[in-house]
């Protein structure tokens, strides 16, 4: 089993920056972001595994840029160029494996809102 806590939601205006951080509760291979919006389905958002994989849906990408700690038990998410559109409720999501892209692993965050206003 693995706990993940997300933190750093918030509210920020377009165009500014926000960072969101998924502490694991052990080091584990892959590691991402997914999001959900009132009314639509959980979005898979970035990935990253401990063999180098990073890989963004193309409607953050150039955005927003994942990362983790070299003990691979924390994930970032630095939000640049925030837009209204990415206001959702994000979640961390961890795997000790591989799925492929936007393939989900079995271990949830609770979540943690943004909301992009002005």
């Known amino acids: 089993q693995v706990q993940l806590v997300e933190s750093g939601g918030g509210l920020v205006q377009p165009g500014g920056s926000l960072l969101l951080s998924c502490l694991a509760s052990r080091g584990i291979f892959t590691m991402g972001w997914y999001r959900q919006a009132p009314g639509k389905q959980r979005e898979w958002v970035a990935a990253?595994?401990?063999?180098?994989?990073?890989v963004y849906a193309d409607s953050v990408k150039g955005r927003f840029t994942i990362s983790r700690d070299n003990a691979k038990t924390t994930v970032y998410l630095q939000m640049n160029s925030v837009k209204p559109e990415d206001t959702a409720v994000y979640y961390c999501?961890?795997?000790?494996?591989?799925?492929?892209?936007?393939?989900?692993?079995?271990?949830w965050g609770q979540g943690t809102q943004v909301t992009v206003s002005s």
């Open positions: 999501n961890a795997d000790d494996t591989w799925r492929g892209r936007s393939l989900p692993g079995p271990y």
């Open positions: 990253i595994t401990t063999s180098g994989i990073i």
